[in-house]
């Protein structure tokens, strides 16, 4: 397991993450759809069939606004990071950002320019930010942009106690903790995941086997495999689509959560939110176990929710 000797904050910040493309097609998109969960349960009057299905003679499908998380699948390798090793069977997600300038188009090839947006020293864990500016190849707009946080467990300590590294391109608390109004949630929204979901959602890219493989998920310290964050995301994020946004999804102009205990597949989603202008905060429960596994916001861009 990685520590304290094996990091090098010189090696670690001139560190260059080079530039991935990222190239999908209708299908691909259609695929993540169902990953999260769309349509799976009342696909006859769902509002979601344009996700997957060119509905009503529809020229395009529509790309769900959490798509834009999978552009920065693979910014780190297994083998860690140069000056900071780690152990990658003990990496859990933390928290995404994500910031949307334009729509996804429904098929296309992306180019995503990484960069370290931050490292913590936690003690018993670090934690590491990579921020990602995705562009259109094709016309060249800069389409997204993706904070991921990484809680690397067994990796911190590698700075005193007394003055412990902490490292941030970015203001802080931008996704962090939220606060919630006492009042009752404006919507609740209850979802199933199916026992078959994280492996129908790491068809979308993501092929970490703690979300597939029993003896994996058991080192990591879970009884079975979890689901994948972003795939509590992305129920959270189509949730609020439905309830708040009357199903329009290019409504959602950014989105911040952080993860704060696993899911299993198979396990209910309980999603409440409340409305605070035009900022949705929300929160996601496992209904089995009654804790809450998820919390964030959306902010919704300048037009009056329909409510
Ligand atoms: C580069 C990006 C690559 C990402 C690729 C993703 C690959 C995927 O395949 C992996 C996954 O999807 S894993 C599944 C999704 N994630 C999870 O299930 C994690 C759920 N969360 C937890 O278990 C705990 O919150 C846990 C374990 C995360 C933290 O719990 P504790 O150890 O109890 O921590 P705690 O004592 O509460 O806090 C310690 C300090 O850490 C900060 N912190 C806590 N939770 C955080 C989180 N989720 N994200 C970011 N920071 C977090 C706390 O604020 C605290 O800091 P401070 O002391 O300064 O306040």
Not at 54 to 77: E, I
Not at 186 to 212: C, I, K, M, W
Request: net charge neutral.
């Amino acid at each position: 397991m990685a520590g304290g000797s094996e990091f090098d904050p010189a090696l670690v910040f001139s560190h260059k993450f080079p530039e991935t493309t990222y190239s999908y097609t209708e299908r691909d998109a259609a695929l993540y759809a169902l990953g999260v969960g769309a349509c799976a349960w009342d696909a006859v009057d769902a509002d979601e069939l344009k996700y997957v299905y060119h509905k009503d003679g529809q020229k395009y499908l529509k790309v769900l606004p959490t798509f834009a998380a999978l552009f920065s699948l693979g910014t780190v390798s297994d083998a860690g990071l140069p000056g900071l090793q780690y152990d990658p069977r003990l990496l859990l997600h933390g928290q995404q950002y994500i910031e949307l300038y334009k729509p996804f188009p429904s098929s296309g090839h992306i180019l995503n320019k990484p960069s370290l947006a931050g490292l913590h020293d936690k003690g018993n864990a670090a934690i590491l930010e990579i921020e990602t500016k995705s562009y259109d190849k094709e016309s060249g707009d800069l389409l997204c942009m993706n904070r991921m946080t990484a809680f690397l467990r067994g990796a911190g300590g590698f700075s005193t106690s007394s003055n412990r590294f902490s490292y941030s391109n970015y203001p802080a608390n931008q996704v962090s903790v939220v606060k919630f109004p006492e009042t009752q949630p404006f919507s609740v929204f209850e979802d199933r995941t199916n026992p078959s979901q994280a492996l129908l959602y790491r068809l979308s890219g993501d092929y970490n086997p703690l979300h597939s493989d029993p003896m994996i998920a058991k080192v990591a310290g879970f009884s079975q495999p979890i689901l994948h964050g972003l795939c509590t995301l992305g129920f959270a994020v189509r949730a609020i689509i439905k309830c708040i946004c009357g199903g329009d999804s290019e409504r959602i102009k950014s989105i911040a959560g952080r993860f704060l205990l696993h899911v299993y597949p198979g396990e209910t989603l309980y999603t409440e939110m409340w409305l605070e202008g035009l900022r949705v905060l929300y929160r996601t429960k496992v209904k089995e176990r009654k804790r809450t596994v998820l919390s964030g916001y959306v902010d919704l861009n300048g037009l009056t929710p329909s409510l």
